[in-house]
């Protein structure tokens, strides 16, 4: 569609190529909509609206004041100028002829009960995954209530979690912009996940369903451990079912406003040990996984939720965890198992314990530490890049901690039930990501690839990687490759934190020369004798409207 300065769309009225204006999961939303999903019927507030908001308040050079100084590797700073930036968001009020196109459209829309979601204009992409990172309202009704609900999601893309995610991976804070989908409101029976890929091991001939009772957001949070159901996709037979456990859902409070809009209710005996949602329900769900992964032509990670009988899909992306070779099953390990738990992450790692029983202490997390919590939220990111493995005492295989593991390439164990209170702090264990095991001290393993070797595989050209960020060169320079193919200069500058003509304007031009050398090295030295193919960067001027980048592309290579 031609969007347009748009500031209020309907789902019938985008597809997946508007993410520029309504961001990944608004884009989707339509896309579904488009393609005959049961999606439940919203709009969206476009990401035209939110920056129109930031120009109007006059927010962004303070915003960037306050980013300025920031090291956000420094947890604690990090949080308190998230909070700071925030609240900068949230007292700045929204103009009238904004608000006012956001109650007529949830006018149109029926009033009611909706879910306020955040959709930032660069995640839900196979290249970036910004999943969780944005806030999401539940049981939200009332003109105003919807507005300021509008508002805190525009102030949750600066939370510490997203500023974190964009700083390390080279997004400009001001180029992602946020749009907010406003939905009608399922209030599930039962909810949960669905990867159209076994998301441990990436095998594609299955789709993996996970549910709970009530409200579905518990499921990614890990605050309860999900059934698992396994499926074969080519002919929909249900291989493998896991019921767990639940003692309590969540569901909305007839009487609640802001943070008590929804409540926990104890379950009965028989609803804690209850298949969640019946057999049927389980092939409707894999027929619609597969028709959204054919529609997509990606395998795709879809949050569900039933209600009076029926299916919708509120969400879909894709996976950004899938493996491109595969290893051979860790070995056996001949050693007392301490925990067991579900295999949410492959690999084997060793290391002490350091529990974290809130975001907050995340801190005493340090490089080669096993993270233990009960379970970890988007806030434990910084910790969980510094540590070797992950336990948690909850969640399934799609929730946050699984997630995130699989993404940085850690060993991880989920739904230990007891991993808090069996395990303490400075304890060397070892952890089996493969098979959800937890053994005592540190066990020396011996893990093969799988992957041939290139000597038996002829090929006539090198095989070459893409490589960005310095924190992973040691792990890939160690795979069977001949070199790097592109190495990305951006996300080396992005990471000095200024620009280069600002550096050189202050006399400091020498300074950038070094910490750029500086991370030039450390790929060349990961990589030697192998070649490193170095794109240099045009940076775009501070005070002119962006020109057409022309890269250059030159070898760096670094002798003995």
């Not at 500031?7 to 989707?28: H, L, R, S, Y």
């Not at 009704?141 to 979690?161: I, K, M, N, T």
């Not at 929909?236 to 809009?261: F, S």
């Not at 336990?391 to 390439?409: F, K, M, N, P, Q």
């Amino acid at each position: 569609m031609e969007t347009g300065h748009k500031t209020i769309v309907w789902f019938e009225e985008v597809t997946k190529k508007d993410i520029p204006i309504v961001g990944g999961k608004g884009a989707n939303l339509g896309e579904m909509t488009h393609a005959g999903i049961p999606v439940p019927p919203g709009f969206i507030v476009t990401a035209n609206a939110y920056f129109d908001y930031l120009k109007e308040a006059g927010l962004t050079e303070k915003i960037r004041a306050l980013l300025k100084p920031l090291d956000v590797h420094k947890s604690r700073q990090l949080q308190e100028i998230a909070v700071e930036v925030q609240k900068l968001i949230t007292d700045s009020p929204m103009t009238k002829k904004l608000a006012g196109e956001i109650k007529e459209a949830y006018r149109k829309m029926g009033k009611g009960l909706v879910a306020v979601r955040s959709s930032a204009t660069a995640e839900d992409l196979p290249e970036a995954s910004f999943a969780g990172q944005q806030a999401t309202f539940l049981n939200i009704e009332g003109e105003d209530a919807v507005v300021d609900a509008v508002q805190e999601c525009w102030a949750s893309l600066f939370g510490a979690r997203a500023i974190f995610y964009r700083q390390e991976n080279g997004f400009e804070h001001f180029k992602v912009g946020i749009a907010v989908p406003v939905q009608r409101m399922v209030q599930s029976l039962a909810a949960g996940v669905m990867f159209t890929v076994e998301p441990t091991s990436s095998d594609k001939s299955l789709i993996v369903v996970e549910s709970v009772l009530g409200l579905g957001e518990m499921i990614v949070s890990g605050d309860v451990t999900p059934d698992h159901y396994a499926i074969r996709k080519s002919d929909l037979k249900v291989l493998k079912k896991e019921v767990k456990r639940q003692e309590w859902k969540l569901v909305r409070n007839p009487k609640g406003t802001g943070e008590d809009r929804n409540i926990k209710i104890n379950l009965t005996d028989k609803e804690k040990s209850q298949q969640k949602i019946t057999d049927e329900d389980i092939i409707t769900l894999a027929k619609l996984g597969k028709k959204l992964e054919e529609h997509y032509q990606f395998p795709q990670d879809i949050e569900w939720a039933k209600e009076d009988g029926k299916i919708y899909i509120v969400q879909t992306r894709p996976v950004t965890t899938i493996k491109t070779t595969d290893q051979q099953a860790t070995p056996e390990i001949n050693a007392p198992v301490l925990l067991s738990g579900a295999p949410a992450s492959p690999g084997i790692a060793a290391g002490p314990v350091k529990i974290v029983p809130d975001p907050s202490q995340i801190d005493k997390v340090l490089t080669g530490d096993i993270l233990v919590a009960e379970m970890t939220t988007p806030d434990f990111v910084p910790a969980m890049k510094r540590a070797a493995a992950i336990v948690t005492d909850r969640g399934g295989r799609t929730a946050h901690a699984a997630i995130v593991s699989r993404e940085l390439g850690i060993p991880c164990v989920v739904g230990t039930e007891k991993a808090t209170k069996a395990l303490k702090d400075g304890q060397m264990i070892t952890v089996d990501g493969s098979k959800g095991k937890v053994y005592a001290g540190k066990i020396e393993v011996k893990v093969e690839k799988a992957t041939r070797a290139r000597g038996e595989i002829k090929t006539r050209t090198k095989l070459l990687v893409n490589l960005a960020q310095p924190e992973l060169v040691d792990r890939v320079a160690q795979r069977d490759v001949d070199g790097i193919g592109l190495l990305r200069a951006e996300f080396m500058v992005a990471q000095i934190g200024e620009h280069p003509s600002y550096m050189l304007e202050h006399g400091r031009g020498q300074e950038f020369v070094d910490k750029l050398s500086a991370g030039l090295s450390e790929f060349a030295r990961a990589f030697n004798p192998r070649q490193v193919v170095y794109r240099t960067n045009d940076s775009r001027p501070t005070n002119t409207a962006p020109s057409k980048a022309v890269k250059n592309t030159k070898k760096w290579k670094r002798t003995p």
